[in-house]
């Protein structure tokens, strides 16, 4: 761990441990509302109720990208460790949820190809809808009619980047429109990277036993 991860942690870890009480003040205020709140006082205080809202569906998806559960109990410390520091990045183009959950998934995404040992780029480019196309049609009952524990399976043998993508869409239900924002890219280059991530989960689905 190193120094800087440490001295984070010793900051606010007594938020990230305490649970909200019954009387919780903040229970009738929005995550937006609260995350405006927190990047205008910088309180961590406030943050920490954030946390308790969030940290177990975080770790859920981490748990996802981690080979233990101590290793999604850290990669969840981290991602709210560098929430706090880029919270002022929201801007509110969707509902905060989907924004952290897209946002849990890049940090796990860049986790796992530097565990690689490969660098990838903080946003998607765009991409040329007539390149490489894949002729196979999969469609999103094809996906449904999988089944579940060789899903799974497939889905641990994907790129994490696709990996991200089809579990924001299919697990997360967030739209085309909200991934448009989150990616960066267009709505052609949204549909494309989806097509292109549902028939490499296909053909690896196809390969297992």
């Known amino acids: 761990m190193t120094f800087l991860r440490k001295l984070c942690l010793i900051i ?3 938020q990230f441990n305490t649970k909200l009480a019954a009387n919780d003040p903040y229970k009738d205020v929005s995550d937006e509302e609260l995350v405006k709140k927190i990047v205008v006082k910088k309180d961590s205080m406030l943050f920490g109720v954030l946390y308790d809202r969030y940290a177990k569906l975080v770790y859920n998806k981490c748990y996802g990208f981690a080979k233990s559960q101590d290793e999604a109990n850290d990669l969840t410390q981290d991602v709210f460790l560098m929430l706090f520091v880029k919270l002022s990045t929201f801007k509110g183009k969707s509902k905060f949820s989907t924004w ?55 889905m641990e043998l994907i790129d994490p980047e696709d990996k991200s993508l089809l579990l924001l869409k299919y697990q997360d239900g967030v739209s085309i429109k909200e991934l448009e924002g989150l990616l960066n890219i267009g709505s052609s280059a949204v549909k494309m990277r989806l097509k292109r991530a549902k028939a490499k989960i296909i053909e690896i ?5």
């Not at 946002?103 to 390149?131: H, L, P, Q, W």
């Not at 049609?137 to 524990?149: F, G, K, N």
């Not at 689905?205 to 036993?209: C, D, G, H, S």
């Open 205 to 209: 689905y196809n390969t297992l036993p």
């Open 100 to 154: 952290l959950y897209s946002f849990t998934y890049n940090f796990c995404v860049n986790y796992v190809n530097r565990d690689k040992g490969r660098k990838i780029s903080d946003n998607a480019s765009d991409i040329n809808e007539n390149e490489n196309i894949i002729p196979v049609e999969v469609t999103d009952e094809s996906l449904y009619d999988l089944q579940v524990a060789k899903l799974k399976k497939a």
């Open 12 to 14: 606010i870890s007594n």
